[in-house]
């Protein structure tokens, strides 16, 4: 975990072994209001996870170090207190596969890379929005 929460700012988890695309999502995030956390591959987001934090949604990458972001997505799913945060899925592969497993898993949306600042704002506004009225 790389990122101090902002008091009062809801937090997103993003997790992708690509520094840029990370420092990237991070700042789209964080233009949209919320608190980003970051894991550089999948062992250390699933830490963040188990740290009890709390999560309006999380951006994952599917094909990290360590742990797949489909697998990150299925603990998700399997954990009450995780089950009902929105997964969006970023890759660069251009496998369909990967999709089809990404919504299998319990991802709500999923975003082919490369992708603009735009995409991924309005599907931070449509899933996030959703699940966090706040906001």
Same mark, same amino acid.
């Given at each position: ?5 902002? &008091?009062? !700012?809801?937090? /997103?988890? /993003? ?5 840029? #695309?990370?420092? +990237?999502?991070?700042? #789209?995030?964080?233009?949209? =209001? ?14 963040? +996870? ?7 949604? %999380? #951006? ?7 742990? !797949? =972001? @489909?697998? +990150? ?11 009902? /945060?929105?997964? #969006?899925?970023? @890759? ?13 898993? =319990?991802?709500? &949306? ?11 704002? @309005? ?5 996030? %929005? ?6």
């Amino acid at each position: 975990m790389t990122d101090a929460p902002n &008091a009062g !700012q809801s937090q /997103i988890l /993003i997790a992708d072994d690509d520094p840029a #695309i990370l420092r +990237l999502v991070k700042a #789209i995030v964080e233009k949209e =209001g919320f608190s980003a956390v970051t894991a550089r591959d999948g062992k250390e987001a699933y830490k963040v +996870l188990q740290s009890g934090e709390k999560f309006v949604a %999380a #951006i994952f990458d599917v094909v990290m170090p360590y742990i !797949q =972001g @489909t697998e +990150l997505v299925r603990y998700m799913q399997s954990e009450k207190r995780h089950m009902r /945060i929105p997964v #969006i899925m970023m @890759t660069a592969e251009q496998n369909a596969r990967l999709s089809s497993d990404s919504f299998a898993a =319990g991802a709500v &949306a999923f975003l082919p890379k490369p992708f603009t600042h735009a995409q991924l704002q @309005t599907m931070l506004r449509m899933f996030v %929005a959703k699940n966090n009225p706040s906001q």
